[in-house]
C-alpha cells in the first residue's frame, strides 16, 4: 500500500460525471470517539466507521495499550479498552498522525500518567502542542519532555476541573481536554472552545454515556466529572447499541466540488449539508447549480451549456467558516471560475505549497506568502506527475488530474488512503477514469 500511486485520463474539462456518491463516516469524528472508548467500563461499538489508514492507526494503537478491537460482520467497529494498562503511546504509530495525542486525556485522566512522542502527521506546517499542556497543566498534571517525548503526571488525588481558556480555537485540544474533564473532580470550563460538528459529536456521544457536559457547539463547553466510567445507553429490552459517526463534511465537500466541475448530475448522499453551508453558499454565488435536501446535495451542469463560473475569495477560519481542509480542493475550483480570487489561508502556515503543482499542471496561481495566494481563471489543466504533500491536496490533486486533459499520475496513494475510503473504487461508480497501480 505505500507504494501505490493513481493513473487518472482526465476529462479535459467535460462535465460528463453522473451517479451516486455515498459519504462516509468523519475522519475526524471517528478518531476522538475510538479515544473516548478508554472511559468506558466495557466494549463501545461505532457504526458508521470510515475504512481508512488512520482509523487503522488509532486502532493499532489502541491495541498496542491492550484494548480489543475488532469489527462486526456489519462493519461496526467494537472497542473493548477494560484490559488496557499500559500508558506509554507506540512512539512509531503515534508519530504516523496528530490525532493521537488525543489519547493523552482520557490515558491521563483514568491512569494517571501518560508519555507519548511529540504527534506526527501531515507536513502543513507548525502544529504546537504547548495549548494541550498548558491545559492539563491548569487541570494538576505536571510534565516533563526528553528526547521529543513528553511525560505527563496527575496528582494523586487526580486531575482536578480548571478554567481554561484556549487562546486560539483547537479542534484536537478542546476534544482532548473534553476527554480528560470528564473524570476530573469538579467543574472545567472550556472557553473559546472549538465549534465543529466533530466536537459536537463526541460532547453528545459522552453525555449519552454519562458525562455531564454542556454548552457544546459553543465557544463555552462546561463539563461536571465523574468517578464512573461511560456505560453506552440501552434501547428498551435490548443491549447496548452503538453509536453511529456523522457523516464526514470535508469529504462531502470535496464530492460537491468535483461535481461542480466534472459533473453532469451528480448525487451526494449519507451527508449533512449544513455542515458545509459556508461552501454550499459560495459555490452557488459562483453560479453552481446546487439543490440541498435533509441528508443529500444534488449538483447538476450548467442549465445553459457553457456558462462559466465566477470566482470567489477565500479566507479560512474556525467553524462556521470556511475550512481549512477544503482549501486546497476550493482552489482547485477556482482555476476554472472566471476572475481572480485571494486564497487566505489562516490556520496553517505550509497548506499552499501544493499549488505549484497546480501552476506545473498549468493554472495560473501567484504565492504571495505562507498564507495567500491569488489564482486566476479559467486556465486548462494538464496531466502531469504529482505526488500528494498530505491527504487533503492528495485528492485535490484527484480532482485536478479529473478535470485535467491527458492523463497524470498521482504518487504517496497512502496518504490519500488516510482520510478517504476506497477512493478510486467510488469514482469509477460515476464515470472517473481512474486506476490503482500497487509495486
Known amino acids: 500500500m505505500a507504494d501505490d500511486f493513481f493513473i487518472v485520463q482526465g476529462l479535459g474539462g467535460k462535465r460528463s460525471l453522473s451517479g451516486e456518491l455515498p459519504v462516509r463516516g468523519s475522519k475526524n469524528a471517528a478518531l476522538p470517539a475510538m479515544a473516548s472508548s478508554l472511559l468506558f467500563d466495557g466494549p463501545l461499538t461505532l457504526s458508521n466507521i470510515p475504512l481508512i489508514g488512520d482509523v487503522e492507526v488509532m486502532g493499532e494503537m489502541l ?12 462493519g461496526d467497529l467494537v472497542i473493548d479498552a477494560q ?11 503515534a508519530k504516523q498522525m496528530r490525532a493521537s495525542v488525543i489519547l493523552a486525556g482520557p490515558l491521563l485522566a483514568r491512569f494517571g500518567e501518560i508519555a507519548f512522542p511529540h504527534p506526527g502527521g501531515c507536513v502543513i506546517g507548525a502544529r504546537p502542542i504547548d495549548l494541550f499542556l498548558e491545559g492539563f497543566q491548569k487541570m494538576g498534571a505536571e510534565y516533563e519532555e526528553a528526547d521529543s517525548v513528553y511525560r505527563l503526571r496527575a496528582p494523586k488525588t487526580g486531575l482536578r476541573g480548571a478554567d481554561i481558556f484556549f487562546r486560539q480555537p483547537t479542534v484536537t485540544g478542546t476534544e482532548t481536554l473534553l476527554l480528560a474533564a470528564t473524570r476530573a473532580h469538579g467543574k472545567t470550563l472550556l472557553r473559546n472552545a472549538a465549534m465543529e460538528p466533530e466536537v459536537v459529536f463526541l460532547a ?14 459553543t465557544p463555552t463547553i462546561e463539563i461536571i466529572g465523574t468517578e464512573k466510567l461511560l456505560r453506552l445507553p440501552a434501547q428498551a429490552g435490548a443491549p447496548r447499541k452503538s453509536i453511529a459517526v456523522i457523516p464526514d463534511r470535508i469529504e462531502t465537500g470535496s464530492f460537491l466540488i468535483l461535481g461542480a466541475l466534472a459533473g453532469k448530475d ?37 442549465i445553459k451549456k457553457g456558462t462559466a463560473y465566477k470566482s470567489f475569495g477565500i479566507k479560512t477560519h474556525e467553524y462556521p467558516g470556511f475550512p481549512t481542509d477544503l482549501q486546497a480542493p476550493a482552489t482547485v475550483f477556482l482555476t476554472q471560475a472566471h476572475g481572480e480570487a485571494l486564497v487566505h489561508e489562516t490556520i496553517f502556515d505550509g497548506r499552499l505549497a501544493y499549488t505549484k503543482d497546480l501552476v506545473a499542471m498549468g493554472a495560473d496561481i501567484a504565492l504571495w506568502d505562507a498564507h495567500r495566494a491569488s489564482v486566476k481563471g479559467p486556465t486548462p489543466l494538464r496531466g502531469r506527475e504529482l505526488h500528494g504533500p498530505d491527504l487533503r491536496a492528495g485528492l485535490a490533486y484527484l480532482i485536478a488530474a479529473i478535470v485535467a486533459r491527458g492523463k497524470s499520475v498521482i504518487y504517496n496513494a497512502q496518504l490519500i488512503d ?18 490503482r497501480v500497487s509495486n
Open 63 to 74: 491495541e498496542e495499550l491492550g484494548a480489543e478491537v475488532k469489527r462486526n460482520s456489519n
Open 83 to 93: 484490559p488496557v494498562r499500559a500508558t506509554s503511546l507506540p512512539r512509531e504509530l
Open 204 to 217: 453528545e456521544l459522552l453525555r449519552a454515556s454519562g458525562a455531564h457536559i454542556k454548552g457544546e457547539g
Open 266 to 302: 451528480i448525487s451526494i448522499t449519507h451527508c449533512e449539508p449544513e455542515h458545509i453551508r459556508i461552501l454550499i453558499e459560495l459555490l452557488r454565488t459562483a453560479g453552481v447549480n446546487v439543490e440541498a435536501g435533509k441528508d443529500s446535495l444534488l449538483v447538476r451542469a450548467p
Open 418 to 435: 488516510r482520510g478517504y475510503e476506497r477512493i478510486e473504487e467510488r469514482l469509477k461508480k460515476i464515470g472517473v477514469m481512474i486506476e
